[in-house]
Every structure is written in C-alpha cells, then in structure tokens.
C-alpha cells in the first residue's frame, strides 16, 4: 500500500469531544494526503516551476502549497479556518529548515522564506480578496483543489470565490477546478451517502446532504464565473487508511458529515460510517477505497 496515503495513529477513543486543532490535524494527517496524486497530476500538467505565482482558494492545511513551492512556483493560500493555516505554516516553514535556511511561520498575512528569493509562500486567512495586500505579486495559476460534486449546494460558494480571486490575476491566467468523478468510478460514494440518509430529517431546513456528482458540474461553475475552458483530465486518488478508525476520523474531518452529527450525534454517525467501510476492509486492517476526481483547465478571460 503507499506509504504516502496511508498512516499509522494513536488516538484517544473516537466517542470523545473532537476540538478544531484535532479535526484539522486529522485532516492534514489522514484526509489531505489523499488528493496527492490531483495536485500532482495538475502541476505535472501545468509544468508549475519558478515562473508560476500560484493563489490556492481553500488551500486547507497546505499541501498542495507545499507540492508546488518544492517545484520553484511562488505560492499563497487562503482559508477560513485558522488551524488548517496553522498547520500549513507549520508545513511550509520547514519546507525552508530542510533546505538549512531560516524558516519562519509569521501571521496570517506573513510569507514564510527559504533559500531562493523566487521561492515564497503566504498564507491568508478570509476570503479571496484577503490575498490582494501590497507586494502580492500578480497571480498566473489560480486553483481550487476542493472538489466539488459530492453535497447538494458544494459549488455555490465557489463562483464568488472566483469571482473576487479572477481580479489578482493577469489576463490569460490559468484555473484549475476540481470535482468528484462519477459515482460508479468512486468507491466511497456508498460510504458518503450515510451524511445525506442520517441528516434526512435537517434536509428541509438545510439543504446540503450527498448527491452523486454530475457530468457538467464544473464546466457550469466556470461559466457562471466566466472562465473559458481549456482541457480537463481524471486522477485516480484512493482513499487508503491504516484502520477502520483512522478512516473514519479522516473522513469526518471533511466536514461532509457536519449536517449528519447535528440531525443525529456524532457517536451514531461514526459507527454508521464505520459500517460502510467494512466492505473495503482488507485482511490486514487497512481499509483502501479506489476513486477517480476530475479537473477542469480554465483560463479567464
């Protein structure tokens, strides 16, 4: 099994409290690792060097920030969730102690440095237009590494963000959606439909629960945010676990079972999901889940 997708944890039990620096470690040492081969695949595309000056919408806790400043690119990420940014500064500051130089993780609006003077990374944390600050250099790669398609509504906060990202950017910049492949081509659809059976009661008043991805999904968000597209592509990206639990706790941690824990409790939610795994269960305990996500090529306009 890779190595780079799966991990061993120590946890306390599952059924205790979850804070926001616990879920967004799981996220960034279970869950995240998963869209390696996205990142990838995109920059492998792209040929993202030390030319490219990158604005990553919804960059998480790094790692895609990571990928492309080790090729030379000039990064900055923004989120709204303040522990996945801490855990991105952690990241990227000692991207600049691997290399002997002096590494720094600064405030949300800092620039961590390593050797190169082409070679920058910043994080922000707000919305897109957080990113436009003195000095910020204008954008050529703008993505949005988040993949859409799998809960009802995904794609709605998106063309905003596009819309206030587009501006920081030069004309002819390229953007990259990302998206879930077709249910059938994804074996953890099954598991994702226990969010949208379990908050069935919250559906009415809030609206969100699993929806199995749709073929234009991201052709329509580029057009609503006038984007002219220009290639697109599938990765496979498995979901692999060292155990049931760490599967389940990665998989909370995206937030797609959010709606579920409030319509039910959490307790239930984990040993629904830990049920769904069981079909991916392989005799040594891991638990290994093939799927395939789609990226769209844009470029503004």
Known sequence: ??????????????SAPVDPSTRARDWAEIQERVLA??????FDRLEVGAGTRM???????GLALLAAASRGARVTGVDTDRERLALARERLG?????EDSVGRAEDSGGWARDTEPARRARLVEGPPSAAATTG????????????????????????????EAVPLAVRGATVVLTGWGPPERCATAPVLRVAAR??????????????PALRDDLEEVAARAGLKPDGSGRVSCPFGYADVDSAVRGLLSTGLFDAAARATDRSRVEKEIAEA???????????WMPNVFRY??????
């Open 1 to 14: 099994m890779t190595p780079t997708l799966v991990r061993h944890h120590t946890y306390a039990a599952s």
């Open 277 to 287: 795994l069981l079909p991916h269960r392989r005799p040594d305990g891991t638990v």
């Open 94 to 98: 000692s991207l600049g102690r691997a």
């Open 55 to 61: 604005l990553s919408l919804g960059c998480g806790s």
């Open 198 to 211: 379990l908050a069935e009661p919250a559906r009415p008043a809030r609206p969100g629960g699993w929806r």
């Open 136 to 163: 910020a250099p204008p954008y050529n790669l703008l993505t949005a590494f988040h993949p859409i398609g799998c809960a009802a509504g995904d794609s709605e906060g998106l063309a905003p963000a596009l819309a």
């Open 37 to 42: 081969p996205l990142h990838e695949a995109v």
């Open 296 to 301: 769209l090529v844009c470029v503004t306009t």
